[in-house]
């Protein structure tokens, strides 16, 4: 019996381990984006990670590391609105067709 209280002990503290190392890795609850002209973006990444599940999906432009877009910017590997058009507009014009909540696509909604 005293065996199976261990393993249980044991098993218990390696699955909360795992749950809060994939807790960590998620990023920021929120960032704020630099976006020139218009004024920067708060952009809620937690909401966005928890809605779309796969990170990828915005993540194929570029890597999950703070700064990554303004460093990306200039450097000349990521165009000006690239992800704006390609992923944010793109996204909720096509949540909004299909019928569900989508998130703003109109500049001042989300520029400061």
Do not use: Y
């Not at 937690?46 to 703070?66: E, I, R, T, W």
């Not at 507009?89 to 909004?96: E, I, P």
């Not at 569900?100 to 001042?108: Q, R, S």
């Amino acid at each position: 019996m005293r065996r199976c209280v261990i393993l249980f002990i044991a098993v218990a503290m390696v699955w909360a381990t795992g749950l809060s190392i994939a807790e960590t890795g998620k990023g920021a609850k929120e960032i704020v984006i630099p976006a020139g002209n218009q004024g920067n973006v708060k952009f809620p990444h937690q909401l966005h990670q928890d809605s779309l599940k796969d990170c990828m999906l915005c993540h194929d432009l570029f890597p999950q590391q703070a700064g990554a877009i303004p460093e990306l910017k200039q450097k000349g590997t990521l165009a000006q609105k690239q992800i704006m058009n390609k992923q944010c507009l793109k996204c909720h014009k096509a949540k909004k067709d299909a019928g569900e909540k989508t998130g703003p696509m109109v500049c001042k909604d989300c520029h400061a």
